[in-house]
């Protein structure tokens, strides 16, 4: 499926700004059921520098500076993606026990490097104890590693309540917990955190979904913002998404942007303006499906 | 000395357990010879010597403003730094040994911080383990794979080191990111061998100056533009660091420019350093801040002493970062028990000198060791906290319940924790309380990276505690300081006699750096605080002998006088409400009756705005602030002057008499301080923007208190007494009378403060000194035409040219009013308040601070 997303921020300061630094990393980018066809990033008013690097995990991130005074700032990123539905075949070999794979990674030096590096819990996903109990009841002894993330996912799903307003970006795992209130990315970083908390490799997701359903299907939670979710390693299916806010595996409708450890390693947009006074955000996000994909 | 006993039997009677000492002895129970040339020397000079010379130099080293902490801190927490008159000596032979330790240990840093940030064999290989570096918080994801232009990654590496009773060394800790103490070292040897140079007269001391030649050497060798002269700085997180003592001994002793993060900017892809002149590209930044500080755009985000920006500007190759952002990894108590296997690894070498016994709890094994033992280790997280928590703790310092907390929490996490083995420390001489006793020490060795190579600053910053049996010793927790004599082997250079060294100022550089805009304008405000203290210290004083002199309230006239001088006192020093309430209050006329007590408060107490004691305050801050500009000269000033109000000021009772003394002895020291400063300024410029600052202060006064005073005509006795006053507090008295040789007269009065301009304290000569001031600060655009201060100060010099004292004074209108006087005083304030906001905008553009952004909620 072929889709054109567009995705604008804008902030609004009281005051002139002199000058602000940036970091977007809002470029969908390849995976085995994606491709990224175009990209483009307008900003305004226009940057003086823009810069684009890939970061520890792999994602594109666009460095700019404004160099000029200004009032306003506005980001816009237009992007066309081609997505398709992940097909896992399932088959004796990945049916193996969460604690095979467990130690599978906690043993491997070299091999599993890259994979390993999710298992260590940082900052936000530290499990408390109540979070690790919590966890624990999805993986009973010998369960397919499969089969007890999908658990995990309904369970997050139907135990929490989806809270827009609760959280902040920072709000620490163990008030999401108690309160059982969050959104997509509490519930992202708990679902990471239950995983890390049995010595499993996890990681957080940024992306979009499609703001509109086709005709018949009903519009999904997270829609008409940035969306994210988590993400789980099983050695020979590689890595296998979950969204808890849905209670769904992402198929053709999610749109990865890139990935990271937690939602800080993959901020969308973040920035350092020269200013004390208050300023505003506003986002819109625009996921369409294109008619006639090319294929 | 004549019947001098034997250097042993001395020791045998000073310290009667001498021989346990294994710093002391040979195996043999023979003196050492370094420590037998020592104390022959400290024998001949007797103890009641030494004590004193001891006093001289914790005198020195306080007038020197050295300390570890906050020199400003509100809660009062100053602790001048320490030193001990008995060395660490350290024998060339030891120290051979030591130096090919420390040279071998920097060179295996520098390639596992090059591993770490690169290819990651040793982790691929299963040499070191991959939790040790991800689970760091000094792994800074954002700084893989990014190419640094040097070779060379670690440029300064710092170990802290402690001897064993076997007479080893053991390396405890290691630093890297920003190592300290090596100012601190400097300044050690500069005090002892100026107050005791005897003491090295039989010993071969080894000199340091050729290790600071090689930081500064290699600080231009790793510069990203190597055609022209590099641009370097000090960055430091500002004067309420702990160690800034260090930060600006630092700038001045290498002649390298001090900034704070808000004195640079990221522009273009390069790093900018804001002067008076504009911006100026900096290329090279010795940084003083840990890691995660440095860059609020992609490192710890909240910090408010970075460069948003700086991390990107390293990846594009376009700065230099001593040592390089990430190297807080190498930080990490947990890579001790594998520095062996990476040594031979990467080196093909075994380590010369070995780290201290050490079991990372991420290993099961390993953890069981550390929970059986507790009590016989000191555990210690793999990463320094925050500050104020404590890395280390003595397993046998804890009680059950608290053992067992730690237990759990090392269960929860095991690989962030490390147990290490308790060293039965060495004990080495130490001159407590006018003895010879044993202490524990420990030793932070620095080394500078050379050519492809590492060199040892051959001495060190040694620490020993307080107390006699600790295992724990660092700078936080107090302790004192001994300055570290290495032996000459005879091949290097010795350490001549008299050390040769200024506090300040010792490079001359060739290239002309410009002003940072932020040290302007400091100096800009210790010249304005500077003269406000001097100015409302006169005032108090003049109205305080006033009504002195007027007890008797029966003349009406010296009662109207009085009111005024009161509400001019509060107006001019804005020490609001003061006297300015309503007159027909009782409260008013209580204060007037007995106005003692505002009196004090306005002279003693800290806590009131526009008081003397706060004033004082704000100008020892600001003057802080610009230290490094300062001679130790003028820095004793400031330092015996706070003393001496502080002791003042605590006095049980004060008598007005003895209020006006004090206030006589504070100015005296203040206008010592302002001729020391004028001889031992460093630059006309520099000079310049503190007096600049100066000028406006007393200008603005003169202004204020002209307006207070002389807004209307009053009685002849009063306006009499009125002149008289605003003439003692301008000090201008004396020159009034020889210049006019007449009584007091108001248009002569006027003449004399607005209009003469060849008496110094004078309006007009005020605001031509200032116009020639801002005449000589650098020009934006076109430099024929004036420029707005210059413009402004034109006016205000014209003004008063074409002002004379007698249509000044004239009445006019219904009202008693000296209306061309109010209106002449309008203009000029106006005028040099807009100066004051011109010459902020242009010069300094310090008022905008950095703000996070929100970031984009994920829904």
């Avoid at chain 1, 939670?221 to 940035?226: I, L, N």
Wanted: with cysteine; charged share 20%; proline share 5%.
């Amino acid at each position: 499926m072929l889709y054109s997303i567009k995705h604008t921020t804008t902030y609004t300061y009281q005051e002139t700004v002199p000058l602000c630094h940036n970091l977007a990393t809002l470029a969908p980018r390849d995976t085995p059921s994606q491709i990224c066809r175009s990209f483009s990033l307008d900003i305004s008013p226009v940057a003086g520098i823009v810069d684009e690097y890939t970061d520890f995990f792999g994602n594109r991130v666009f460095y700019f500076v404004v160099e000029q005074e200004h009032e306003m700032l506005s980001v816009t990123t237009s992007s066309i993606v081609e997505r398709k539905t992940p097909e896992w075949k399932l088959t004796a070999k990945n049916l193996q026990s969460w604690e095979s794979v467990r130690d599978l990674l906690q043993s491997s030096t070299g091999k599993y490097m890259h994979e390993k590096q999710f298992v260590f819990p940082a900052d936000i996903t530290v499990a408390t104890e109540a979070i690790q109990q919590y966890a624990a009841q999805s993986f009973t002894p010998q369960r397919p590693l499969m089969e007890a993330a999908g658990d995990l996912m309904q369970r997050i799903y139907t135990d929490f309540t989806y809270t827009p307003g609760f959280t902040t970006v920072s709000t620490p795992l163990s008030v999401v917990m108690g309160e059982r209130k969050g959104v997509c990315q509490d519930f992202a970083h708990l679902g990471i955190a239950c995983m890390q908390s049995m010595g499993l490799a996890a990681r957080y997701i940024s992306g979009y979904l499609e703001s509109i359903p086709p005709p018949g299907k009903e519009k999904l939670t997270g829609s008409d913002a940035s969306h994210a979710w988590f993400s789980v390693f099983i050695p020979e299916m590689g890595w296998v998404d979950f969204d808890p806010t849905n209670n769904k595996l992402p198929d053709e409708q999610y749109i990865v942007i890139g990935w990271g450890r937690n939602y800080f390693d993959i901020v969308p947009l973040r920035g350092v303006i020269m200013s004390s006074d208050l300023h505003q955000l506003s986002i819109a996000v625009d996921v369409k499906r294109l008619t006639g994909s090319r294929e | 000395m004549s019947g001098q006993i034997s250097v042993e039997a001395f020791l045998q009677q000073h310290i009667p357990d001498s021989h346990s000492y294994n710093e002391l002895y040979t195996e043999q129970g023979n003196i050492r010879a370094t420590w037998e040339s020592f104390f022959s020397s400290w024998q001949g000079m007797g103890h009641t010597e030494i004590q004193n010379r001891t006093n001289d130099i914790l005198r020195l080293l306080k007038e020197n403003g050295v300390a570890y902490n906050i020199y400003n801190d509100p809660s009062g927490e100053n602790r001048p730094w320490e030193l001990d008159p008995i060395p660490q000596i350290i024998s060339a032979t030891d120290w051979a040994i030591i130096n090919n330790g420390l040279v071998q240990r920097a060179t295996l840093f520098n390639l596992l911080l090059k591993d770490i940030y690169g290819p990651q064999t040793l982790i691929k290989e299963g040499i070191i383990p991959q939790e040790l570096i991800y689970m760091h918080p000094g792994f800074l994801r954002s700084c893989m794979h990014i190419n640094l232009p040097a070779q060379q990654h670690l440029v300064i590496y710092a170990a802290d080191m402690a001897r064993g009773s076997d007479g080893r060394l053991w390396i405890i800790s290691d630093r890297t990111q920003a190592p300290s103490g090596y100012g601190y070292a400097l300044e050690n040897r500069f005090a002892m061998s100026s107050v005791l140079p005897e003491l090295f007269s039989n010993l071969q001391v080894r000199r340091l100056s050729p290790f600071f030649d090689s930081l500064q050497q290699a600080l231009h060798s790793i510069a990203p533009n190597t055609n022209d002269t590099p641009r370097i700085v000090i960055l430091t997180p500002g004067p309420e660091n702990e160690t800034y003592f260090e930060h600006s001994y630092l700038s001045g002793f290498l002649g390298i420019t001090l900034v704070q993060g808000n004195d640079l900017m990221v522009k273009d892809n390069f790093v900018w350093l804001k002067t008076i002149d504009g911006l100026e590209r900096v290329d090279v930044i010795l940084r003083r801040m840990d890691d995660v500080y440095c860059d609020p755009l992609e490192l710890k985000s909240d910090s408010l002493l970075g460069v948003p920006g700086l991390l990107h500007v390293v990846r594009k190759g376009n700065v230099a970062i001593a040592n390089p952002l990430g190297s807080s990894i190498i930080e990490n108590a947990g890579l001790m028990p594998f520095l062996h296997l990476a040594a031979r690894h990467l080196l093909s070498e075994d380590l010369i000198v070995p780290s201290i016994a050490t079991w990372w709890c991420g290993q099961p094994r390993e953890m069981q060791y550390v929970i059986d033992n507790l009590p016989h280790l000191v555990i210690r997280r793999i990463f320094r906290q925050t500050a104020g928590t404590r890395t280390a703790i003595d397993g046998a310092s804890l009680s059950a319940a608290e053992a067992a907390t730690l237990i759990r929490k090392i269960k929860a996490n095991p690989h962030l924790y490390t147990g290490q083995e308790k060293i039965n420390f060495s004990s080495t001489p130490s001159w407590v309380n006018g003895k010879i006793e044993s202490r524990n020490s420990l030793i932070r060795g620095f080394l500078v990276k050379k050519e492809d190579s590492f060199v040892a600053m051959p001495g060190a910053l040694t620490r020993t505690n307080y107390t006699k049996s600790s295992f724990v010793i660092s700078n936080q927790t107090g302790g004192i300081s001994k300055d570290t004599w290495v032996i000459s082997s005879g091949e290097d250079h010795v350490q001549p006699v008299k050390f040769q060294l200024q506090t300040s100022g010792s490079y001359n550089l060739i290239q002309k750096e410009s002003l940072p805009s932020h040290t302007a304008e400091n100096l800009f405000w210790a010249g304005r605080y500077t003269d406000r203290l001097i100015n409302n210290a006169r005032l108090l004083r003049t109205v305080m002998q006033f009504v002195m002199h007027n007890q008797q309230p029966s003349q009406a006239t010296a009662n109207a006088t009085k009111k005024i001088l009161l509400a001019a006192l509060t107006h001019c020093t804005y020490s609001y409400p003061g006297f300015t309430g309503n007159e027909n209050t009782e409260q008013y006329q209580q204060l007037l009756n007995n106005p003692w007590n505002e009196f004090l408060q306005t002279q003693y107490d800290e806590n009131k705005s526009g008081g003397l004691s706060q004033n004082l305050v704000l100008f020892k801050k600001s003057v802080y602030n610009v230290r490094s500009f300062l001679s130790a000269d003028s820095w004793r000033v400031v330092d015996q002057l706070g003393e001496t109000w502080q002791r003042a000021k605590s006095q049980p009772h004060h008598e007005p008499a003895s209020m006006i003394n004090d206030i006589d002895n504070l100015n005296t020291s203040m206008f010592a301080f302002l001729g020391m400063n004028r001889e031992s300024a460093r630059r006309e410029q520099e000079w310049a923007i503190l007096d600049l600052g100066r000028k406006l202060e007393q200008s603005l006064f003169i202004i204020r208190i002209l307006q207070q005073v002389l807004y209307k005509r009053q009685e002849t006795q009063t306006e009499y007494e009125l002149l008289e006053a605003i003439l003692a507090a301008t000090q201008s008295m004396v020159t009034y009378r020889y210049t006019f040789r007449d009584h007091l007269q108001l248009p002569l009065v006027l003449e004399l403060l607005m209009l003469d301009m060849n008496y110094p304290k004078s309006l007009a000569y005020l605001i031509d000194k200032i116009r020639l001031h801002v005449s000589t600060l650098p020009k934006q655009g076109k430099t024929q035409t004036l420029s707005e201060p210059e413009r402004l100060m034109l006016e205000a010099h014209t003004l008063l040219s074409l002002s004379n004292g007698l249509v000044l004074s004239k009445l006019e209108g219904s009202g008693e009013e000296y209306v061309p006087l109010s209106k002449l005083l309008v203009k000029l304030n106006e005028l040099l308040l807009e100066t004051n906001a011109v010459i902020s905008k242009t010069y300094f553009k310090h008022t905008l601070s950095q703000q996070q952004l929100f970031v984009t909620r994920v829904l």
